[in-house]
């Protein structure tokens, strides 16, 4: 068992790192995934390629989740997870939420050449609603997962 969901960042600032990770002009790769129970889509933009379009793909995958599950939990993998992916994150979001009806994940990473402070993955676990959102962050934000 692990603590997967421990930091939590507000959705305002999530998006404003984004934003700036994307337009930074950083040569990065970029990683999006966006899984509904009905579809599950990835998208990836490689290095050297055009950042417009992916910023483009983003940002249609964050409107769309916000006109659809507007009730956002956000968090932040960080190098403190030890042993711990975005993917781990992400898959555990995905089995954690089957119960709540209409929700979303998405998986967003950029990542630079070298390892450094410059990454950023997050994962968008979006309800369609807000008690959804409230039962799961009391369930397990900051608790130990089941595997």
Known sequence: MAILFKTAISEDKALEKVEAT????SDRDGYLNVMTEDMERAEASERGRHTGEFRDQVD??????????????????TEADKGISANDIRNAAIRLTRGYDGTIVIALSLLGHDHDDGDL???????????????????YENKYVPD
């Open 22 to 25: 994307i337009l930074d002009g």
């Open 60 to 77: 249609a995958a964050l409107t769309d989740a916000k006109r659809d599950a507007p009730f956002w939990l956000v968090y932040r993998r």
């Open 121 to 139: 993955e997050l994962i968008f676990i979006c309800f369609r609603e807000d008690f959804h959102r409230r039962n799961f962050r009391v369930r």
